[in-house]
């Protein structure tokens, strides 16, 4: 791990926000998790249909607040010191996660899908600050590695949670999500104090009217915009990919859900590693040099995992458990598509998190950061929409990587064309 990344981890002004940040996003998916498990095989077993559904509405619930909420949640952060923000919101995850525990223990579908929401509010509240916070505590040649790791300790946080989620027990998940909120809570009481940038900033209440305003801003800077597109697709692609695994496990390589679950590692560890390693091979400087290619290697991947899967010949009808799907030819060139695939998302998105941090203003870089998440919400919805038609339109799973890819080099060019313009402007790359 390189040194500056190290130096991070054991510093008060970054490791409390990371422990925080981890927290948090781990409790999301340990509830969603056990949550979504509770409803499929418990509470609507005899209905399989209803539970689908509830699936789905369960994953639109908790990307809603993200459009109703995100202009408050960054005037918040550019307003207040962000850190006190933190906390709050921390207060709040405690408060919801007691009820949520009541949740998970009373069988309650109305009442589960209503903390899923409330949670979601809560990660849309804490979204803004934890990347607008990071150049105030950071020096610019940390801040690449700070975003580094604080978005491969996201994809950790899922992937732990999601494992845990599904193994757990109803009544373990309640006191899970009890105990890991008063983590959080703890956690972030050590961050230090992060004054807000802006004098007398007030806070709107309208909506829909600060909403506009925020993606009118947002546009208004060149850099800031670019990069929020190219991060939206990125989370396009994730969402798409992370919900297509496990049909493509089952149905293309005739594997398990525990095969499932080790792809979804490959995926959520290759974020990870490339999350962290983008910093070291751009030596902490903060450019868009290398986007353009991390996408191209993301397409050059997709396409490789389609070739791999569909010369895929399962060798029984029996869904294969890990130990025999590793024996077979082309399984391991699986994962290491994936994992391949992964590497470069993760060095494709850390830099353009930090150039939309460096290329706003001061006083209003919570409120560029919630105008991300706000078009990253409506890029996957958008695309989980798109892709569900498709496969409605009898589309096999390796037909949506084709599109993915597809879509993965045109974004690639985007990046090419528009961070090349900007570096030769600014001089950075």
Same mark, same amino acid.
């Given at each position: 791990m390189p040194p500056v990344t190290v130096q991070l981890l054991g510093a008060r002004r970054f490791a #409390?926000?990371?422990?925080?940040?981890?927290? !948090?996003?781990?409790?999301?998916?340990?509830?969603?998790?056990?949550?979504?498990?509770?409803?499929?095989?418990?509470?609507?077993?005899?209905?399989?249909?209803? !539970?689908?559904?509830?699936?789905?509405?369960?994953?639109?619930?908790?990307?809603? #607040?993200?459009?109703?909420?995100?202009a408050i949640a960054g005037q918040a952060a550019d307003v207040r010191d962000k850190a006190w923000v933190a906390r709050m919101v921390k207060v709040a995850e405690v408060a919801i996660m007691a009820v949520g525990a009541f949740a998970l223990t009373h069988d309650s579908i109305p009442l589960l899908l209503f903390i899923l929401f409330l949670m979601g509010v809560h990660s849309a509240f804490f979204g803004p600050m934890k990347y607008s916070i990071l150049p105030q505590h950071l020096g610019r040649h940390e801040l690449l590695a700070g975003t580094g790791l604080v978005e491969a300790g996201t994809f950790l946080a899922i992937l732990f949670g999601q494992i845990l989620g599904g193994l757990f027990t109803p009544a373990q998940a309640a006191w899970g999500v009890v105990l890991v909120a008063v983590l959080g809570l703890a956690a972030s009481?050590?961050? #230090? #104090?992060?004054?807000?940038?802006?004098?007398? !900033?007030?806070?709107?209440?309208?909506?829909?009217?600060?909403?506009?305003?925020?993606?009118?801003?947002?546009?208004?800077?060149?850099?800031?915009?670019?990069?929020?597109?190219?991060?939206?697709?990125?989370?396009?692609?994730?969402?798409?990919?992370?919900?297509?695994? !496990?049909?493509?496990?089952?149905?293309?390589?005739?594997?398990?859900?525990?095969?499932?679950?080790?792809c979804l590692a490959a995926f959520s560890v290759g974020i990870a590693a490339g999350s962290v390693l983008i910093g070291r091979l751009l030596h902490g400087r903060v450019t868009g040099r290398y986007t353009a290619v991390s996408m191209a290697v993301v397409a050059l991947a997709l396409l490789d995992l389609v070739l791999t899967v569909r010369g895929f010949a399962p060798a029984s009808p029996v869904l294969m458990e890990p130990e025999a799907f590793l024996d077979q030819p082309g399984a391991w060139r699986v994962l290491l598509d994936l994992t391949v695939l992964a590497v470069a998302g993760g060095a494709y998105s850390v830099p353009l998190y930090a150039l939309m941090q460096t290329a706003s203003a001061e006083g209003a870089r919570s409120r560029m950061v919630a105008a991300n998440n706000v078009l990253n919400a409506v890029w996957m919805v958008g695309a989980t929409g798109i892709s569900a038609a498709l496969?409605?339109?009898?589309?096999?799973?390796?037909?949506?990587?084709?599109?993915?890819?597809?879509?993965?080099?045109?974004?690639?060019?985007y990046c090419w064309r528009g961070f090349r313009a900007e570096a030769g402007a600014t001089g950075q790359a």
């Open positions: #409390p926000l990371f422990a925080t940040q981890f927290l !948090g996003a781990f409790n999301d998916n340990l509830y969603r998790t056990a949550m979504t498990f509770l409803i499929v095989y418990h509470l609507t077993a005899h209905d399989p249909q209803a !539970g689908a559904v509830l699936a789905t509405v369960a994953a639109g619930l908790f990307i809603l #607040p993200y459009f109703l909420f995100s009481w050590a961050i #230090p #104090p992060a004054p807000p940038l802006v004098q007398n !900033g007030r806070l709107s209440w309208n909506l829909v009217a600060e909403t506009v305003k925020l993606m009118r801003s947002a546009h208004a800077n060149r850099t800031v915009w670019r990069a929020i597109v190219a991060l939206s697709w990125f989370w396009a692609l994730g969402t798409v990919m992370t919900a297509q695994l !496990g049909p493509l496990v089952r149905a293309e390589l005739g594997a398990s859900q525990a095969v499932a679950t080790l496969l409605g339109a009898g589309l096999r799973v390796t037909d949506i990587c084709l599109v993915l890819a597809g879509f993965a080099l045109m974004m690639a060019f």
